[in-house]
């Protein structure tokens, strides 16, 4: 056994997808992925709880790094771009190594209890997004936060795997943007509460190829002056 | 110990429930909950395969269920109207028993891995939903399904939770009718892709007290026309 006197969570997990894909999840233990990896058993338990651990990006880490930027970005006027900002930093955690984005995709496909434990994930994500929402838009539709919260989560989510599924190649953060973009652009034309029953009259006259999303944004802010 | 000789899921739920309440989740075995429902140990293990299945409601069946409705209801007209009857269906298996509902809800803040349980299953049903509309509206947007089924889970969860907290009283299904109804104009405003280019003049000219996502509505009508 060569002893790697700098194990690194990347070495480790890296050995670790490399055992599970050859000889499958189950019948790999600790033991041998801390063999890999040329570190002690109780390494790599100090880098993580159990084998599920070792395949999925370090997301402790990175909900720390999301709880912070959404602490740091409290602009009412602008709710969602400090969303938008940490599904970019949860999509960098996979698409920074695209050839392990695609094999750990593949193993999740094969062993149940790893796709749980990234479920269970995803959710805190979710409920960090609602969370914030909720903190700096406390008098809004709490139903609205919800929603943009789930919706927000199931975007990358979807932009994830399509970019996986289409080789994990190209730009996958410029592939969240507009997808981000068309999904704020159904939320903002959220019916609010205190607009639904308003009494006004609204006329809009839209200008050739103005996109629709645009001009629901419009009617919004007419009604609203 | 008095024997029962017609249990059912309920009984044995409502004796679980009871049970972890009074003396803890990790604290109660599944002999206790069996001789208080006054069945045998095993009848236990016919109805569930762990301690955490006896406290949630039945979502196996409920899930079969879903996939029928959902099987039954292929009308591409409305992708909708069919994921909103099986909102409610799900929010029937909570809502027929309030008190029931309320020290689950109780029960799943103070014990992590009933969570956990319930976090996987609003999950499948998140998939059963997504794989609906790709079966009814394959040519449409897969970004939208996915937001779409997102944003309906969120919604069914959000009205769930807000009825529980304030005591399970009044009709949940009308809140649900009522949430769904603005998460759905939200969604009918969606920038379809083939229209964002469009290079059209829309005018458009709303009456007094016309709410905003009707006015959206119209003029995706009035793009296509």
């Known amino acids: 056994m060569t002893v790697n006197p700098h194990p690194t969570r ?6 670790a997808i490399k055992l599970f894909l050859a000889k499958g999840f189950e019948r790999t233990t600790a033991d041998e992925i801390a063999e890999e990896a040329g570190v002690a058993r109780r390494t790599f338990f100090r880098y993580f709880r159990a084998k599920e651990d070792a395949v999925l990006p370090d997301h402790d880490g990175c909900l720390d790094r999301v709880r912070e930027l959404l602490e740091r970005s409290a602009d009412p006027a602008d709710p969602l771009a400090a969303l938008h900002r940490a599904a970019h930093l949860v999509l960098g955690l996979y698409s920074h190594d695209p050839a392990m984005a695609v094999r750990r995709y ?8 790893l796709r749980e434990r990234e479920i269970m994930t995803i959710n805190r994500y979710q409920r960090a997004f609602a969370e914030h929402l909720r903190r700096i838009s406390p008098e809004d539709d709490l139903l609205r936060h919800d929603v943009t919260a789930a919706a927000i989560v199931a975007t990358h989510n979807h932009v994830l795997r399509q970019w996986i599924r289409d080789g994990a190649a190209g730009d996958v953060h410029a592939r969240l943007d507009e997808a981000l973009g068309t999904v704020t652009a159904a939320l903002t034309a959220w019916p609010p509460g205190d607009e639904r029953q308003e009494d006004s009259l609204v006329v809009v006259v839209a200008s050739a190829g103005t996109p629709m999303w645009r001009i629901a944004k419009q009617l919004r802010a007419a009604a609203k002056a």
Do not use: D, F, T
């Open 10 to 15: 990347e070495n480790l997990a890296s050995a």
């Open 106 to 113: 593949e193993l999740m496909h094969k062993v149940e209890s």
